[in-house]
């Protein structure tokens, strides 16, 4: 690998991103914008009820409808082996994802599809719905995580028995799976603390919020052959899911990656596309499929939400000498929520002889969870929060006073598992105590509160392809969704390893035919793992270049050296050539040898683990619960910021998304398990006038196995701001709230309780 | 949305034509906020739309002797940037300027929130508080009503066959005089109201109430006009046990049910709360 230059010409830039033109004027085609000639819109039947049988469905009348092309239920679909298989950051069952797609016997939650059609327009398709009947068993159902463990809770799964637990239990429940990561002692840790604080907290589910809904075509061919356009966070997951639950081959399936309007971790699993795949193949004509708000949050994931214990003891002088922590969290109608990520990072962040976390995986009528943002860790991790203030508060130290006493540092133990490398908590709790911000002073109901978060990020699969063109530009191919600006961070470091200007390199996210597996765009892996490949390639180009001068110049390519874009003999006893150019060598190139390229496919490792520490002022309206945030101000350690906009953008969304959290987020069910607040005007993510600017500070703490010190930079932001507004509100009344969100009423609500 | 028909006249007699041909089977279009989310959303399905913008009677805002002529189709924006309208109304002005955000304000109108007859009309208290009439026209000719006498229930008005709303009008005012409209929301913007307070009143040299209207909104399937809230302040400095009154006049008052975005606690409390914080402020401008 080459000599890491001291200083950068690109990379810590604020480059012009090349989607940017495209995004601004409209032009950019995202999931709903292709149109082909023939194209159907598709549209699916939805369940009613939040737990029925299916006893049948007919789909006749819909059928005879003029212009219905297809109709599809479980029956057109293959059944599914219960294997799992890579998804996003988890494992998921192909039974199970199949069920979710399309009820087979049973619905589990309200929205939940159990048919679909395809028709000529969306009226007719939309009346076809109608005109299908499903008669349904209603059976009793649970929404609620607590109320989904008790004895006499209805069982969603009668084949589901608790994993993780010896002996195996003998009757089926709604507990999926036990998990348990212990350290040391925790008895002998409480034995010896002077403070103990435990505490109970709850959260609720919340959705991603993505601005563009769920959207594919799909084009079947007669022979078999399938080709899917969609905004996904991985074409490829886009790719193996079909494949498996529809048998085909996977050399079959061709998956355009559309531009993505977010995801968040929400579009790292399949709603439409194997319906448009089936409704395709059936009609013999290309289907589109596009899910309103309404069907977003009907039928597609949130995260979990949670119940928990958390108890930490600490010694007089603040030393944290004991951690405990009980996490049940709420999968949705089949297992899998992120309760092993939440157990693994809840005491992350600190340096502790003895933890012990238990987690318990709990199904109930409610959609099935997916990936949000560092799945998991925001739960777990805001409970720890908030009792790490109570402990602080409890033992008269300053809050970040007492994250800086324990945080973890190179050498720390995690309970997870790892001995953590050259990481940058310390640093960001040290930045975020020099903040001129924390030293201001605060006026009446007003209150600040701080907190601390950790994710592990993930490397993975991903490849890259560089082609020097005959003119010098440079064309830049990898396969991960551009969710976060990652073309623009992409072509800033092939510009910059191979020396030319940023602007002269055009990347681009190419389908499935045309590169190698990419895992999802997910676990904040992309500017690690896909920038890795990128170098890799690009180093493999330079390798190239070197071959041709040596051809050209008749020497060994030992004796050409690469530098600032440029071959040049390595010494004056190679001889005395001038420097050729990527432009000279690509005039040259069909004199020796033909085009040049580079590529590289890879497993990375080694995704260094980010730590953040935000700051957060709130007003609290003693009369009508409302909080307004004042300030805020997020620290992190991010490695490398390859393109600081777009750093600063990931931890700004953060911070918003988890405020939304903390304050208004929430679902509600009315009493039949039916979503009361399907859409953006009572489901309350923050609008632009709810929040105040938030600053941003970067830390840069070089992650050793990245060619520029890349660390993900995505998911953190989002896990301290809970407990940051959480102890801002504790701060400003006085009083600790226990449960998100913290809406007006239920602040008003517990303040009367209080007096 | 079969067939829809669309039009757009140019006078007064061609609109309440459309409109009572059509049988009850049209809606008007104004800024069209309610209409094209409630089109959009399958709520209705009429037969003909008639955008009344082009009717020049529904234009502009008339000052007349100390009282306004606020036209069916003028925009909050344009309310917010009429200084002598502000001044002397500045309740009623906040409340259509709260509708919605920026981009909802250079289109939504009073008129349209009045006869789109949400219990949770943002516009609506404060018009009421002061005392505001509108003139109606239809195949009759046209009459004066009292706002107040417009929404008759969440979603229903009064108005009859080929009528529709041509302007609304606030009365001239003596010296002291102002008011105040308050709301919650959970956000800043972008909302429904969970409750709205609107006061209007007159004070007199020394700063005694002599004149009040106290109105909720939210909190009922109509706003709510709470005679013992203004009782409370007239006669009164609008000091603190007078806004204490009016707090818990307004609570007293508040007939909220439970729902998705809010309880009946919570309601009847914050009711009392926005009504005498807009007392405080009224007074205040009054005063000022
Ligand atoms: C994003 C968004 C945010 C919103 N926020 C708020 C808010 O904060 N507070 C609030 O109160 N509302 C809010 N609304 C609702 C809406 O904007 C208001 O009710 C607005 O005042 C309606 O005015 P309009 O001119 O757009 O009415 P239109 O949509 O044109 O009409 C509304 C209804 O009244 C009828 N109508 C209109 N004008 C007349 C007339 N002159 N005579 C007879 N009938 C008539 C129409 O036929 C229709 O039924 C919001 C709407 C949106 C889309």
Redesign the interface.
């Known amino acids: 690998m080459n000599e890491q230059p001291k200083k950068f010409k690109w990379v810590g830039t604020r480059t012009i991103r090349p989607d940017g033109v495209d995004k601004v004027t409209g032009r950019a085609m995202y999931g709903a914008d292709l149109t082909l000639p023939g194209m159907l819109q598709g549209k699916v039947v939805r369940s009613p009820h939040a737990h029925a049988k299916i006893k049948s469905i007919d789909t006749s009348k819909a059928e005879a409808l003029d212009g219905v092309k297809a109709v599809i239920t479980a029956d057109d679909m293959p059944q599914a082996d219960p294997t799992p298989v890579a998804a996003g950051e988890a494992m998921i069952n192909l039974r199970d994802l199949s069920d979710n797609v399309i009820a087979r016997h049973k619905v589990l939650y309200e929205g939940q599809t159990v048919a679909a059609v395809a028709a000529t327009t969306s ?1 007719i398709a939309d009346r076809a719905v109608a005109l299908i009947e499903v008669e349904y068993e209603v059976l009793p159902h649970v929404i609620d995580v607590l109320a989904a463990m008790k004895d006499d809770a209805p069982v969603l799964h009668d084949d589901m028995f608790t994993g993780g637990v010896k002996p195996k239990p003998e009757v089926a429940s709604n507990v999926a799976n036990r998990v348990e990561f212990t350290l040391g002692d925790i008895e002998a840790g409480f034995a010896a603390a002077d403070v103990v604080i435990e505490q109970d907290f709850t959260t609720e589910p919340v959705h991603q919020g993505y601005i563009e809904p769920h959207a594919v075509v799909a084009d079947a061919n007669p022979d078999g052959k399938v080709d899917i356009w969609c905004s996904s966070q991985g074409h490829f997951m886009v790719r193996t899911f079909v494949a498996g639950l529809l048998k085909i081959d996977m050399s079959k399936i061709k998956v355009t990656a559309a531009e993505i309007g977010g995801g968040f971790g929400g579009k790292t699993t399949v709603y439409l596309e194997p319906l448009a795949v089936l409704l395709s193949s059936k009609s013999g004509r290309p289907v589109r499929m596009v899910m309103s708000r309404e069907e977003v949050f009907r039928a597609s994931g949130p995260t979990s939400g949670a119940a928990m214990t958390i108890k930490m003891g600490a010694t007089k002088d603040g030393k944290i000498v004991a951690c405990d922590a009980t996490l049940y969290m709420q999968a949705g109608a089949w297992p899998g929520s992120p309760v092993g990520p939440a157990a693994m990072t809840a005491f992350a962040p600190y340096d502790v002889d003895n933890v012990k976390v238990v987690g318990f995986d709990v199904v109930s009528n409610r959609q099935k969870v997916v990936a949000y943002r560092a799945p998991g860790a925001p739960i777990s991790e805001y409970g720890v929060e908030c009792v790490v203030d109570e402990l602080a508060s409890e033992l008269g130290i300053d809050p970040l006073e007492l994250r800086a006493k324990n945080a973890a540092k190179e050498g720390t133990q995690a309970a997870y598992g790892v001995k953590f490398g050259a990481i940058g908590m310390v640093e960001t709790v040290a930045a975020a105590q020099a903040t001129e911000h924390y030293k201001t002073p605060l006026g009446p109901n007003q209150g600040r509160g701080v907190a601390s978060g950790f994710w592990f990020n993930i490397g993975g699969e991903s490849c890259a392809g560089i082609r020097i063109n005959e003119d010098g530009s440079v064309s830049l191919t990898e396969g991960s969704p551009d969710i976060g600006g990652s073309r623009a961070s992409m072509a800033m470091m092939a510009a910059e390893t191979l020396g030319v200007d940023y602007y002269k390199v055009k990347p681009s996210v190419v389908d499935t035919d045309a590169t190698g597996y990419h895992f999802v765009t997910g676990g904040s892996r992309v500017t690690f793992a896909t920038g890795m490949a990128v170098v890799k390639a690009t180093n493999a180009a330079i390798d190239e270049l070197r071959a041709r001068a040596a051809k050209i110049w008749d020497v060994d390519v030992e004796g050409v050296v690469w530098e600032d874009g440029h071959a040049k003999p390595a010494s004056s006893n190679v001889g005395d050539f001038d420097p050729m150019s990527v432009a000279d060598l690509a005039a040259m190139a069909n004199k020796t040898g033909g085009p040049i390229s580079g590529h590289a496919d890879i497993n990375a490792k080694g995704a260094g683990p980010a730590f953040g520490t935000h700051i957060c002022d709130v007003e609290v309206d003693p ?4 909080v307004t945030v004042l300030r805020y101000t997020a620290v992190q350690d991010v490695g490398r910021a390859i393109h600081p906009s777009y750093v600063e953008g990931q931890l700004q969304g953060g911070a918003a998304q988890g405020i939304g959290w903390a ?2 987020e929430e679902y ?1 069910y009315d009493e039949n398990g039916k979503l ?2 399907a859409g953006f ?2 489901y ?1 993510v ?2 632009a ?2 929040l105040p600017m938030i600053d941003t500070i970067l830390i840069e703490i070089p992650n050793p196995t990245h060619p520029f010190g890349v660390r993900g930079v995505g998911e953190v932001p989002i896990i301290p701001p809970l407990a940051a507004v959480a102890n801002a509100v504790a701060a400003a009344t006085g009083v600790r709230f226990h449960a998100l969100p913290m ?3 239920a602040i ?2 517990k303040m009367a309780e209080k007096g | 949305m079969s067939g829809m028909r669309y039009e757009a006249p140019n006078s007064v007699d061609e609109a309440v034509k459309l409109l009572a041909d059509a049988n009850g089977a049209a809606r008007i279009l104004a800024g069209g906020t309610d209409l094209l989310v409630q089109l959009r959303a399958g709520m209705i399905d009429p037969g003909v739309v008639v955008n009344i913008k082009n009717i020049s009677e529904t234009h502009g805002i008339a000052a007349d002797g100390g009282a306004f002529c606020i036209g069916a189709t003028v925009s909050g924006a344009e309310m917010g940037e009429d200084a002598a309208l502000s001044a002397a109304w500045p309740g009623v002005v906040e409340g259509a300027e709260l509708i919605g955000s920026t981009q909802i304000q250079g289109r939504a109108t009073m008129a349209g929130n009045l006869c789109n007859a949400s219990p949770a009309a943002d516009s609506v208290p404060a018009l009421i508080a002061a005392g505001a009439t509108c003139t109606v026209v239809g195949p009759d000719g046209q009459r004066e009503v009292s706002v107040a006498d417009i929404p008759t229930g969440p979603g229903q008005n009064s108005l009859g066959n080929g009528e529709f709303v041509l302007n609304i009008k606030l009365p001239a005012r003596p010296a002291n005089a102002s008011d105040a409209y308050l709301r919650m929301i959970p956000r800043t913007e972008m909302d429904i109201a969970i409750v709205g307070a609107a006061v209007n009143l007159v004070l007199d040299g020394d700063g005694t109430c002599t004149e009040a209207c106290v109105v909720l909104g939210a909190v009922g399937p109509k706003t709510i006009t709470v005679a013992d809230a203004a009782a409370a302040l007239v006669g009164s400095k609008v000091d603190e046990a007078a806004l204490a009154a009016v707090a818990a006049a307004a609570s007293a008052a508040a007939t909220p049910i439970d729902d998705k975005r809010g309880t009946v606690a919570y309601r009847t409390k914050v009711a009392g709360v926005l009504a005498s914080r807009a007392a405080a402020i009224a007074a205040e401008r009054a005063r000022s």
Do not use: Q, Y
Not at chain 1, 623 to 626: I, K, L, Q, V
């Open positions: 009226d009369d009508t619960g409302h304050l208004n509600i009361e607040n005007l009572d309350r923050p609008v006038s709810d809406s007006p009423p008003v609500a």
